[in-house]
């Protein structure tokens, strides 16, 4: 079984003192949270300020994306030096809503998945984000569009890789919109990655945690993360509010 995982995307939300009222949260639950890994991706401007209050091992720092170029001219964009140097080892790739309005083709994605690996040996964690749009799900193509998604991302990446690879499945219908998949929907589609990804990269890829994002609240986090293949989720609205957050990490446990 991989280990339990909750990583909150604060999107382009939060500030100074969000930071330092969910920091002292987790600090102060830190003996609740031995059994669950978690990971905060506020807006890369945040990132020293938490780096300033995350001074245990349990919580981990990401960037909601990344440049998959080293350095140069690239307006507005940041390295994964520079996201390292501001305390990142977890970075995000691909989530529906850099695939959707900021132009992160299928191609673009694997760039990013091929920096993340190529830099600095093991050093990031990458958080492949796939999914479905409503349109494609009543269509009946949900796995062909995540199947394609996988191959897309992961098609320079090899076995040895895999270990600093994980998955989250996020549908779209699902994110921002309180209409949560249910556990079996879910659990059909990570069931699927799974088994796809053992098919590619061999055993090793049991260990790989699979997210499930989408609306997952205090309330639902538990049945979720119940099903065989829900190693954890991935958390937007939900981890700005810390007392939801943590009742969401504990439920991952
Ligand atoms: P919500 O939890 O707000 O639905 O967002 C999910 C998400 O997109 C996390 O990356």
Known sequence: QPS??????????????LVQQLAKVLRESQADLTE????????AVLLPAWQQEVFYDAIHLGAQDLNEHASGAHTGEHSLALLHEAGADYALIGHSERRQFYGDSGQRVQAKVDAVLSYQEHLFKLVLCVGEHEQER???????VVQQQLEEALQNVSAAQI???VVA???????????TATPAQAQEVHAFIRQWLVQRFGAAAQQIPLL?????KADNAATLFAEADIDGGLIGGASLEAQAFLEICRAAQ
């Open 138 to 144: 009543d269509a009946g193509r949900t796995i062909e």
């Open 4 to 17: 339990p995982l909750v990583i909150a995307n604060w999107k382009m939300n939060g500030n100074r003192q």
């Open 212 to 216: 499930y994002g989408g609306s997952v």
């Open 169 to 179: 499945y996020e549908p779209v219908w699902a994110i921002g919109t309180g209409k």
């Open 36 to 43: 669950v890994a978690v990971v905060v991706c506020p807006p």
């Open 163 to 165: 270990a600093q690879v």
